[in-house]
């Protein structure tokens, strides 16, 4: 059973720059698995940032973050990296690895996903 476990997170300034990294243990990705970066910000809904699907890198993104962040999928080590660029404050919030079918529905859906990690903080100062 695949284990989720993200890193990366932390405090940024305003403008700057920050790569999450997803990582998959116990086994690998399956060839028709979807990995998506969902946030949640205190107070509200969790959301969908981006999305990979494992095959055939095809991406998808909020419009919230596009132009910003960046999904990739890296096969042999086995992870998935969000890099996140100009960053704001409205950024702010634990960000979510998931992954699940890419077929059991839409990408930008948490019910999509069936495998979560426990979550890293991700703080933007203004």
């Known amino acids: 059973q695949v284990q989720l476990v993200e890193s990366g997170g932390g405090l940024v300034q305003a403008g700057g720059s920050l790569r999450l990294f997803c990582a998959a243990s116990?086994?690998?990705?399956?060839?028709?698995?979807?990995v998506g970066w969902f946030r949640q910000a205190p107070g509200k809904e969790r959301e969908f940032v981006a999305a990979v699907k494992w095959s055939s890198d095809t991406t998808y993104y909020a419009d919230s973050v596009k132009g910003r962040f960046t999904i990739s999928r890296d096969l042999a080590k086995n992870t998935v990296a969000l890099q996140m660029n100009s960053l704001k404050p409205e950024d702010t919030a634990i960000y979510y690895c998931?992954?699940?079918?890419?077929?059991?529905?839409?990408?930008?859906?948490?019910?999509?996903?069936?495998?979560w990690g426990q979550g890293t903080q991700v703080t933007v100062s203004s």
């Open positions: 998931a992954s699940g079918l890419w077929y059991s529905g839409a990408p930008y859906a948490s019910a999509s996903y069936d495998r």
């Open positions: 116990g086994r690998t990705f399956r060839n028709n698995a979807r």
